[in-house]
């Protein structure tokens, strides 16, 4: 059996406002009901459509959608996926429990985390470990940037 994606309509900030774009048009909006942004259905950079719900004939299914970080056809980062690594370098720079060195090694992290690649568990370790030197509520506002682009086995190292 071999089914088909539908198309996915994300806003630039990575809220999905439908992943069954062509199966279900009356959930379509040009902007986000939850943050106002614009909404896309294409990769800016390549012009593919973001996969959607992916379905097979035939076929009931109970997987929920996770919005994707890279297109699946360049390997280009979504707008949001940007945005988020730029909020979180940012807190990054704003840290007073850190060097300047350990905020440097801080944000470099931040690339590796979200590819989930082979430096990802070092990635990961450097994370917690300069994270440990702050507060709380850093590590709550590092968590609330970056939960939709990192990926499972990353949260639970990270955030339990």
Request: aromatic share 6%; net charge neutral.
């Amino acid at each position: 059996m071999s089914g088909s994606h539908d198309i996915a309509q994300i806003c630039l900030n990575g809220h999905t406002i439908t992943s069954r774009y062509n199966r279900s048009p009356e959930l379509r909006a040009n902007f986000c009901n939850q943050c106002g942004e614009k909404t896309i259905t294409k990769c800016i950079q390549c012009q593919n459509h973001i996969r959607g719900y992916y379905s097979v004939p035939g076929v009931i299914s109970t997987r929920s959608y996770n919005v994707p970080s890279y297109c699946h056809a360049c390997g280009s980062s979504y707008p949001w996926t940007e945005e988020k690594l730029l909020a979180a370098k940012e807190l990054a720079e704003i840290l007073d429990d850190l060097t300047d060195e350990e905020q440097e090694e801080l944000k470099k992290s931040l690339d590796d985390l979200v590819k989930d690649g082979p430096r990802t568990v070092v990635a990961t370790t450097k994370f917690k470990s300069l994270l440990s030197k702050t507060g709380s509520e850093i590590s709550t506002g590092f968590k609330d940037i970056l939960v939709g682009v990192v990926s499972e086995s990353v949260k639970k190292s990270i955030w339990g």
